[in-house]
């Protein structure tokens, strides 16, 4: 069993660092405060290939795998902090793969260029008012006619929506076309976000506050038929498979969070002195760094095993990935707390950074491709299957 990078991995990782201290870190701040990662950095990293990877040659992406993707997530969460980035990357990624595999040649060939060039932006339309994790009885309906599918109803809590209609893209919507068949009358269309009857109402979060979150509501909303994607009825399954390969990037871009606070909370506890000592000195923080070391090398581990399963097309690939979404959040956000305390008072300041961290980790525990309690459901249900 073979735990190393190939050489062009490591060289993946190098570049990409290199690229991000260069275009992204410069504005981690003003992201943060002013709500908004700069236009022109989704370009430039569309031109160096690192804004939806997956996306294969055909249409203009660089087709990376999974591992090479998880790579990239790790990097862009240890520059941008507040996993504002990381949202974008994340969804640009997952679903622009999704349209990719399930989507009509048409509408493939008109959204992923863009895509894959950054200048165009794809997410998920799932969760309604009345919950997320419940996907099978969603109530927004899609009637399909002459042509056309007309979309009422309402999403909430969705990432993107005004990075999608102020920079070009949509999100692929789960409507009901059969309500009588339950998760079985779903299906997925590619909805653009400046289509006629689209409204979105910008929600105010606590955190990651580069990336908005919203809620979308379709009043008589008209798209063509082309812009289904795959079978009629069958989006339930096409989400699912979405949010489990979606689960491998969250997992990423925590681990990558964990490891650049574990190594700010280190260099600190190594230079300051309290009590005649270095912080580092009292095996009261510096058991805490070792359990936080050995934690985050077990949450990496096990996301490399999930996207190497998925670059394998395991069809148990998918236990992993809930695995790591269950793990690897929790572990990010115990070791920015623990971290921040280290800290004391100046951790808790804006100026450290470690708060900006706090906020936009706790996303991901609440939900983002699925609450931490559903990982517990997927698991074990196939355990005992």
């Known amino acids: ?47 160096n290939g690192i804004i939806s990877p997956l ?34 990357y994340l969804l640009n990624t997952s679903w622009a793969y999704i349209l990719q595999k399930y989507g009509k040649e048409e509408l493939k060939g008109r959204l992923l260029p863009d895509i894959a060039n950054g200048n165009r ?20 309906t899609g009637e399909i006619k002459d042509g056309k599918v007309i979309i009422n109803g309402e999403k909430m809590y969705i990432s993107g929506a005004v990075e999608a209609r102020k920079n070009g893209g949509g999100h692929l919507t789960l409507v009901k076309t059969d309500k009588s068949r339950g998760h079985k009358g779903i299906t997925m269309v590619y909805v653009p976000a400046d289509t006629e009857g689209v409204e979105i109402t910008k929600l ?22 082309e812009n289904i994607i795959g079978k009629i009825n069958e989006g339930f399954y096409y989400s ?10 969250v997992a990423a871009a925590c681990n990558g969070l964990s490891v650049k606070m574990l190594d700010e909370g280190v260099k600190y506890i190594k230079e300051r002195s309290a009590f005649g000592k270095k912080l580092g000195d009292f ?64 951790g808790y300041t804006r100026d450290s950074g470690i708060e900006r961290s706090a906020r936009g980790i706790f996303s991901y525990l609440v939900g983002a491709e699925g609450a931490l309690n ?5 698991i074990s249900r196939a355990m005992l299957k």
Do not use: C
Not at 122 to 139: L, Q
């Open 204 to 225: 105010q979060n606590m955190g990651r506050m580069g990336i908005s979150t919203s809620g979308i509501k379709y009043d008589n909303v008209e798209v063509p038929e």
């Open 55 to 88: 996306i294969n040659g055909k249409y203009g992406g660089p087709g990376l795998s999974f591992m090479d993707s998880v790579i990239i997530s790790e990097e862009i969460a240890k520059v941008d902090t507040s996993m504002a980035t990381s949202v974008y």
């Open 283 to 346: 095996e009261a923080i510096a058991f805490e760094a070792a359990d936080l070391n050995t934690e985050i090398e077990m949450a990496s581990l096990l996301n490399y095993k999930s996207a190497y399963m998925a670059d394998m097309n395991d069809p148990d690939f998918y236990i992993f990935s809930s695995m790591s979404k269950l793990t690897s959040p929790q572990i990010a956000m115990d070791t920015v707390k623990k971290v921040m305390m280290w800290f004391g008072a100046y």
């Open 240 to 249: 699912m498979d979405g949010f489990n390969h979606a689960r491998i990037m």
């Open 374 to 378: 559903i990982m517990k459901m997927i």
């Open 121 to 140: 932006f794809i997410g998920i339309a799932s969760t309604e008012p009345s919950g997320g994790s419940d996907v099978a009885n969603i109530t927004t």
């Open 1 to 47: 069993m073979d735990f190393s990078f190939s050489d062009e991995q490591q060289l993946l990782r190098e570049n990409t660092a290199e690229f991000l201290e260069k275009n992204l870190q410069p504005f981690v701040r003003s992201i943060d405060d002013n709500g908004e990662i700069p236009e022109n950095f989704f370009k430039k990293a569309g031109e």
